[in-house]
């Protein structure tokens, strides 16, 4: 039997992006908006660090929004962010742009993001305007290359990306287009190819596809935002489990704690609706689901 766990009111207004710190024993996520609600204070984009052992909370201010970021093999972390991609430093605050390849576009920012086994960070851009299906998947090479993936494929808002176990697969959820994809993925060349709809919303409202992750067998783990739910896609795309959340919005996964066995979730506080509210009085929280059976794998750190 699982449980799920509120770790924090933290009154995100757009949760994104967990990653888990082994050697900290700490989660990592962003804070794309800011607070939202009227009582939370000031609106402005944060990363934040929750130490599960020690309960320290840590929360860096942002002067941009971050869509994903990663670890570093150097220390800090890469980013995708309003300005493409970015090396950020924490500790002294500095955000240092790399290579926007969208600069040209006043309404693209680069959204979900992960970490190859090679080091290489895979990045979708998105229209902050949700509207223009003008967004492409990017790899952000180690030497500071960027590369425009899958040039036939575009979409309004990426996210969902994540790597199966062996290395064959790249996974993607078409926010808007409703529908997860899968891709060959080439993990010597980086290159990915052959895409194909692996899951589909069309048939189930409300929710839309959100930031996820796999397990170690291999299956596929997304948040279903704005459905309340957590869902588990085997590699063939058949429904596994879904896992009802205590909120509306819960907007990305990724495993962590010891030996990779829980599951944490972040989710938003924007676009939640006065009655929603009243029902469900803990949006924009981070969220721990313990004794799923299942445990996750270390996210690999960008080899630069």
């Known amino acids: 039997m699982f449980e799920i766990e509120c770790l924090w009111e933290c009154n995100d207004g757009l949760g994104e992006s967990p990653l888990w710190c082994a050697e900290e024993t700490s989660l990592y996520w962003s804070d794309h908006a800011g607070p939202s609600m009227e009582l939370a204070g000031p609106r402005w984009p944060s990363i934040k660090r929750l130490n599960v052992v020690t309960q320290q909370r840590d929360v860096w201010r942002m002067r941009e929004q971050v ?4 670890f570093r093999a150097i220390g800090g972390l890469i980013a995708g962010t ?6 950020v430093d924490l500790e002294t605050g500095r955000m240092e742009q790399i290579v926007d390849p969208e600069g040209d576009k006043p309404h693209s920012r680069l959204n979900d993001g992960k970490i190859d086994r090679r080091g290489r960070y895979w990045c979708g851009s998105m229209d902050d305007q949700l509207k223009d299906k003008a967004s492409y998947i990017y790899r952000l090479d180690p030497d500071f290359t960027c590369h425009k993936c899958a040039e036939d494929f575009s979409f309004v808002c990426s996210n969902g990306i994540a ?8 996974y993607f959820g078409d926010t808007k287009g409703s529908t997860v994809y899968v891709f060959d993925f080439d993990v010597d060349e980086g290159r990915i190819d052959n895409r194909r709809p692996l899951f589909s919303l069309e048939d189930r409202k409300p929710g839309i596809i959100d930031g996820a992750t796999v397990d170690a067998e291999g299956y596929y783990w997304f948040a279903l935002n704005m459905g309340g739910k957590i869902l588990r896609i085997d590699p063939q795309g058949r429904l596994d489990r879904e896992i009802d959340m205590p909120i509306p919005s819960p907007t990305c996964v990724t495993f962590g704690g010891e030996n990779y066995e829980t599951l944490y979730v972040t989710s938003q506080q924007s676009f939640v609706t006065p009655e929603q509210l009243a029902r469900h009085p803990q949006p924009g929280s981070l969220f721990a689901i313990h004794g799923l059976g299942v445990r996750g794998l270390p996210e690999p750190k960008f080899a630069a």
Request: charged share 15%.
């Open 67 to 70: 869509g994903s970021f990663g």
């Open 163 to 170: 790597f199966a176990p062996d290395d064959t697969r790249m």
């Open 82 to 87: 309003n300005s493409g991609f970015c090396a």
